[in-house]
């Protein structure tokens, strides 16, 4: 059973970077594609950034251009970096990984970050 956990969230202030990690339990080889995704309060569920089938990355439109996400198979562990970051950043932030063989999804518990000085 593959399990993603995310650590790193907290409080932190605008104009500041943000890093995550999620550790994969199991073997991570089996997740052929990662991704972070994030809610607001009150808000859907939305893309920060993935990467695809094709290994290229996807990015949300609202985080485009501040993200780096990178993943770490030695360590079975999947980071993101935001920069810059704003108010409206703040939510819940969610590490998921596809499984290569059959497609099944695996979400993390979210981490929660609140931008705020």
């Known amino acids: 059973q593959v399990q993603l956990v995310e650590s790193g969230g907290g409080l932190v202030q605008p104009g500041g970077s943000l890093n995550l990690s999620c550790v994969v339990s199991?073997?991570?080889?089996?997740?052929?594609?990662m991704g972070w995704y994030r809610q607001a309060p009150g808000k859907q569920r939305e893309l920060v950034a993935a990467?695809?089938?094709?290994?290229?990355?996807v990015y949300g439109d609202s985080t485009k251009g501040r993200v780096t996400i990178a993943r770490e198979n030695a360590k079975n562990t999947f980071y993101l970096r935001l920069n810059n970051l704003k108010p409206e950043d703040t939510g819940f932030y969610y590490c998921?990984?596809?499984?290569?063989?059959?497609?099944?999804?695996?979400w993390g518990q979210g981490t929660q970050v609140t931008v705020s000085s």
């Open positions: 998921r990984g596809i499984a290569g063989c059959n497609g099944a999804k695996y």
């Open positions: 990467t695809t089938n094709l290994g290229r990355t």
């Open positions: 199991g073997s991570m080889f089996d997740l052929g594609r």
